[in-house]
């Protein structure tokens, strides 16, 4: 169950990252914020059924996924504050300079 709701709201965030109109995705977004992800759930979801015949390729199966969004969401951990860093302060230190 969580395999195919985790890729259920891949979709989801896949039609939001379309539709938002503030910032153009690049490849790294689709590939760390839809595709990295849908993969790892799928991965789960198919793992899942697999351990009803061959339960210890399974276990890596779910080892594999769990890696994949661990380091999936130490990369985006990681965007967001360097975004933050190097980007919203800088806007901050512009606007106290015209003050």
Known sequence: MVGLSGAVYGVIVTRRLRVQTAYQPEFED???HV?????????L????YAALSRLREALFGVGAAAMLLLFTGIHN????????????KQGQRGDARHR
Not at 45 to 48: C, D, G, I, N
Not at 77 to 88: K, L, P, Q, R
């Open 35 to 43: 595709l990295l992800p849908i993969a790892a759930y799928v991965m």
């Open 77 to 88: 951990c990681w965007d967001a504050v360097t975004y933050h860093v190097f980007v919203s």
């Open 30 to 32: 689709w590939l760390f």
């Open 45 to 48: 979801a198919v793992s899942a």
